[in-house]
């Protein structure tokens, strides 16, 4: 994935073989911010589908959780951030697969403001 770039600017996410052959874009995010924008961190592979996170973008504009085969297609968010005023925003690392659910960090929001631990369950 790329933070930036793209139509819009907002981050796309690729694939490119070991060796620098077969680039492909999967996915350019929207100007409009339903999907996502910026994603970051690392993406998680379960099966033939990828789990990642941005940092913005989303109903409230402060980070999603989506998934997206492997062949780019498929994309759909699982989570927008920030409809409770506890809720962490701003997701910026990695999820990890534990027990059917999706967890991972936020780096705002919360009780403090200082972040969140989240669960997102897997159907």
């Avoid at 999820?95 to 972040?115: K, P």
């Amino acid at each position: 994935m790329t933070t930036n770039g793209g139509s819009s600017n907002d981050g796309v996410i690729f694939s490119i073989g070991t060796d620098g052959s077969n680039f492909q874009l999967l996915h350019t995010f929207p100007a409009t911010s339903h999907d996502g924008k910026h994603p970051y961190g690392s993406l998680l592979l379960l099966g033939n589908q990828l789990y990642g996170t941005t940092e913005k973008g989303g109903d409230n504009d402060v980070g999603t959780v989506f998934v997206i085969n492997t062949d780019g297609t498929g994309y759909a968010r699982l989570h927008s951030f920030g409809s409770t005023k506890h809720e962490g925003i701003k997701p910026i690392d990695n999820v990890i697969l534990l027990n059917g659910a999706l967890y991972g960090m936020t780096t705002e929001g919360g009780t403090y403001g200082q972040g969140t631990i989240f669960k997102v369950p897997l159907n």
